[in-house]
């Protein structure tokens, strides 16, 4: 105990003599709890150079601290801020740390050696968190600090370690053509932490140019084939922009800050090198080529003695770089291994698209599962006991290998009758469809009794059930169409009564896929919504102006997307038959008209498109929805999309952490009321445990908003 009071001591004392780099530090103390057990991270007792030194000319420094060290996990922690061409070479010697310079450093440039949480204790691995030395080449250190905040512009989520590079804007970039993170170094670096937030230090009073980047394989390099990528459209200087508060999260253990800026992170597809990765065959009848970047140019496609009308070209991602080619053939004429070719534009060596050919052998067979060998081992079995017995053997008929899962139950009036087919269709009678309207929907009960009548009257008849004669049911136009995106989805649309029951027969041989295989006969019963069990979310879109386009989502409570509208523009929009209960509503700028998210441009610097969700008068984003009932909302789109700035930030950042404490609370009340349970159950119940544990919830609220407690560590001017 007496070790870690003393280092409880040296920790405070340490902070007054090393100042700023060493500020973090101090929130991370906590008073000694427990055994003897050292819980304690590593204390700095020297510096030589000490911390903050200028005019540095030397090439060693020497960290001590009162115990031995290990270093761990140098390559992913460790980074020197700006960087340097050779990284610096960091061993153990004595209680301490020794740093070799191997660059030549620039003159009057403030440097930062971060180690991140690399060093450890020799004997129970306690990290120290965040640790920095800091010193100049010049007369003095640069002080300057900004904060901000890198996102998925995709998912919404925050990007865990993101790095942060600063580049002054003096560096050469042509306009509308951004190279900056291609061609140079940064000058500056942070590193975010796991909530998405960072704390760059040492900054110049100068503008910059600021990128984040994920840096996916820890080379501190942007690779653009893999890494996210995220930029700010204009320059930032710290002296501009405005004073923010630091904290120190004690759910998390880290210091975190309202953030001044906001990256949207994104991949840009269009760095990546175009190449055949990959070529399968994992069906008789299909081919699949993947490609290493979004569409391919692909000039010819050829499987030798298969002619290219008896082709089916299926695009399966909306970058076309996954693309299927169905052999419309019979089976017999596809041996084991097909040979082909595909030509297509592939990037040279200095990044140029230019004709390739790539030689194709692919090879397939079919392999009996060990459920199919058995079903045949027994048939051969039986047919061997049958021939024994001088009885005719009447072998099972095969199963039909033609796959299609088809939509039954209740349907939307507004919605399809959807058929997902195992390969694409080359044959469909459309007319052969037979669809019933079998009169009004019925409820559970009757329902029930309906079931029973017949069941009695099967009884009677001696049977076990009456067969359904559907001939003297009225029947009802519809339309089959094959959808816009997947060519292997077809759809029956109708005029579809509200609750009302159909019946639906697909006679054997309407289907025919590339495969020569046709359907057995398919039936199923729908039952349309009804209306009065469903509300109704009506949205007044307030465009920007009116041609301004967007997406609607209903999202259910946890944001999942339950439907959406595309192309809406200033008017009335309605989601019909959305089930009781909370929902949210978020919105996509779509300004191409597209319908869909898509992602930003480095190069051209073009930020990906925005999603933002829609939040009322209140601040709520949670609406309530009832049986029979309307919920309307209108939707200004210069409110939602209003340029993003330092207050509407940390909004968005407040309301993500009352989430998240929330959260903790509930999980928090969960554990204590089953603890409680068991306390009741092993000692016969009482009312002296329940109110125990209200005392210890109402010490973990207080806990817990002691975390978010936005007045930490504050200054003018963002010094510190």
């Known amino acids: 105990m007496k070790k870690l009071l003393v280092k409880r001591l040296l920790q405070v004392a340490m902070v007054g003599l090393f100042g700023s780099s060493l500020l973090w530090r101090c929130a991370n103390i906590t008073s000694p709890q427990g055994g003897p057990k050292d819980s304690l991270p590593p204390i700095i007792v020297s510096a030589n150079p000490g911390f903050f030194t200028t005019n540095f000319t030397g090439k060693e420094i020497y960290i001590g601290f009162d115990e031995y060290v290990q270093i761990k996990d140098q390559q992913k922690e460790f980074f020197t801020s700006p960087m340097m061409k050779k990284t610096p070479t960091i061993t153990t010697s004595g209680k301490g740390i020794r740093i070799t310079i191997l660059d030549t450093l620039e003159e009057n440039q403030t440097y930062a050696l971060n180690f991140g949480n690399s060093i450890v204790d020799n004997n129970e691995g306690n990290r120290l968190s965040d640790f920095r030395y800091v010193f100049s080449t010049g007369s003095e250190i640069d002080s300057m600090v900004m904060s901000g905040y890198t996102v998925s512009a995709s998912k919404g989520d925050s990007v865990s370690s993101s790095l942060i590079f600063f580049y002054p804007a003096e560096v050469d970039s042509i306009p509308d053509y951004d190279s900056i993170l291609l061609k140079y170094k940064p000058a500056a670096v942070a590193k975010a932490a796991t909530n998405g937030i960072f704390i760059a230090q040492n900054l110049k009073p100068i503008d910059y140019k600021i990128y984040a980047i994920a ?126 070719r595909v030509i297509y534009l592939k990037h040279d060596t200095i990044n140029n698209l230019v004709p390739d050919t790539a030689k194709l052998s692919l090879f397939w067979k079919y392999f009996e599962s060990k459920e199919e060998k058995k079903a045949r081992e027994e048939e051969e079995k039986k047919k061997e006991k049958a021939l024994k017995d001088s009885v005719e053997y009447v072998p099972p008929v095969p199963k039909n290998p033609f796959k299609v899962d088809m939509a039954k139950g209740e349907l939307n009036p507004e919605k399809t009758i959807s058929f997902k087919f195992e390969m694409p269709l080359v044959a469909v009678d459309t007319t052969a469809i037979d669809l019933r309207l079998a009169g009004a929907a019925l409820s559970p009960e009757e329902e029930k009794k309906l079931a029973e009548e017949k069941k009695k009257e099967a009884q009677k008849k001696g049977v076990e ?109 309605l989601f019909n038959y959305v089930k009781p209960g909370k929902v949210k509503i978020s919105v996509l700028e779509d300004p191409n008209g597209n319908g869909m998210w898509d992602t930003g441009n480095l190069i051209e610097r073009r930020q990906p498109e925005r999603t933002e969700p829609y939040v009322d008068e209140m601040g709520e984003e949670v609406m309530e929805v009832k049986a029979n009932w309307e919920v309307e909302i209108t939707a200004d789109m210069n409110t939602i999309f209003k340029p993003i700035t330092f207050e509407t930030i940390n909004e968005q950042l407040r309301k993500t952490e ?19 349970k068991q306390e009741q159950q092993q000692q016969g119940g009482g009312l002296g445990g329940f109110s125990s544990g209200m005392g210890s919830m109402k010490g973990a609220v207080n806990s817990i908003g002691g975390s978010n407690g936005m007045g930490g560590m504050g200054g003018s001017r963002n010094r510190y």
Request: aromatic share 10%; net charge negative; charged share 30%.
């Open 465 to 573: 059930s009456i067969a359904e004669d559907v001939s003297e049911l009225p029947t009802v136009p519809y339309e089959l169409f094959q959808d816009s995106v997947d060519m292997k989805i077809w759809h029956l649309r109708a005029a579809w009564e509200p609750k009302s029951k159909y019946k639906l027969t697909v006679p054997a041989g309407a289907f025919r896929n590339v495969a020569g295989q046709s359907n057995d006969t398919l039936r199923s019963d729908h039952t349309t919504f009804d209306p009065e069990q469903f509300g109704t979310v009506i949205v007044n879109v307030v465009g920007k102006s009116p041609q301004s386009q967007y997406v609607l989502y209903l999202n259910d409570e946890r944001g999942k997307t339950i439907a959406e509208i595309k192309n809406a523009t200033t008017g009335k929009h």
């Open 658 to 676: 009352a989430v998240r404490l929330k959260k903790i609370l509930e999980d928090r009340e969960k554990k204590r009321q089953e603890k409680l």
């Open 215 to 340: 840096d996916k394989n820890n080379n501190f390099t942007y690779d653009p084939e893999t890494d996210m990528v995220g930029f700010l459209d204009s320059v930032h200087n710290p002296l501009r922009e405005p004073d923010f508060r630091a904290w120190y999260d004690t759910t998390r253990h880290y210091l975190t800050a309202e953030p001044q800026l906001y990256f949207k992170m994104f991949t840009d597809g269009r760095f990546k090198r175009q190449n055949l990765a990959e070529s399968k065959r994992e069906m008789q009848h299909k081919v699949t080529l993947f490609f290493g970047a979004p569409n391919p140019e692909v000039l010819e496609f050829s499987i030798d003695s298969i002619a290219p009308e008896e082709i089916v070209t299926e695009y399966v991602t909306r970058g076309k770089d996954t693309i299927n080619y169905w052999l419309n053939v019979p089976s017999e004429r596809l041996g084991d291994t097909l040979k082909g």
